[in-house]
């Protein structure tokens, strides 16, 4: 299997802030990609596929970047609804596999 | 608007079963695929079971297969999830998600999904 390391664990940010989340695969995935925001209580939600395609209805804010091995998640500037956990996914190999996911908290 | 809504969690003795659904509106149900994914408590998401719209490329996480059993019915365009022999681990939300493609590769649209809890 895949094992997708996503870095760091926690995030503690201000609104505003630009915020990096990498995203670190163990063999190469070429640009097969997600990226989910799940916040408590609420459906996850789709933010990019195919390592850099912004989902329909995505604020364009959130961009990603990479192929291979190594992947970003970028979020311009950090606005209040986006304090959240945050998941990469690959699905260039089965069985899909994700990330342990990294929580963005208020600073 | 799109919408997946699960049902059928709740508490079950260890090797018991539960059968979850996950009722869908807004699309074409008889296209693409639907996925099963979890997060058990404190923990991260674990991809657990997919099937294509027509019932083919069924697959399985190692961790349950033999033990869930994933179908569809068109004509109620409802997903479902058989769980046998439960264990503790299976303890997690349970969210029924759709893929956009004919294959299994993301899920773009998800539920809110539903709790399992497995105890004695």
């Known amino acids: 299997d895949i094992q997708m390391t996503q870095s760091p664990s926690t995030l503690s940010a201000s609104v505003g802030d630009r915020v990096t989340i990498t995203c670190r695969a163990s063999q190469t995935i070429s640009i097969w990609l997600a990226w989910y925001q799940l916040k408590p209580g609420k459906a996850p939600q789709l933010l990019i596929y195919k390592a850099s395609s912004l989902e329909s209805g995505v604020a364009s804010r959130f961009s990603g970047s990479g192929s291979g091995t190594e992947f970003t998640l970028t979020i311009s500037s950090l606005q209040p609804d986006d304090f959240a956990t945050y998941y990469c996914q690959q699905y260039g190999s089965y069985p899909l596999t994700f990330g342990g996911g990294t929580k963005v908290e208020i600073k | 608007q799109v919408q997946l809504v699960e049902s059928g969690g709740g508490l079950v003795q260890p090797g018991g079963s539960l059968r979850l659904s996950c009722a869908t509106s807004g699309f074409t149900f008889s296209s693409g695929g639907m996925h099963w994914v979890r997060q058990a408590p404190g923990k991260g998401l674990e991809w657990v079971a997919f099937i294509r719209y027509d019932g083919t490329n069924i697959k399985y996480a190692d961790s349950v297969k033999g033990r869930f059993t994933i179908s569809r019915d068109s004509s109620k365009n409802t997903l479902f999830l058989q769980m046998n022999s439960l264990r503790g681990e299976d303890t997690a939300v349970y969210y029924c998600?759709?893929?956009?493609?004919?294959?299994?590769?993301?899920?773009?649209?998800w539920g809110k999904g539903t709790t399992v809890t497995v105890s004695s």
């Open positions: 998600a759709k893929d956009p493609t004919l294959y299994c590769y993301y899920m773009d649209v």
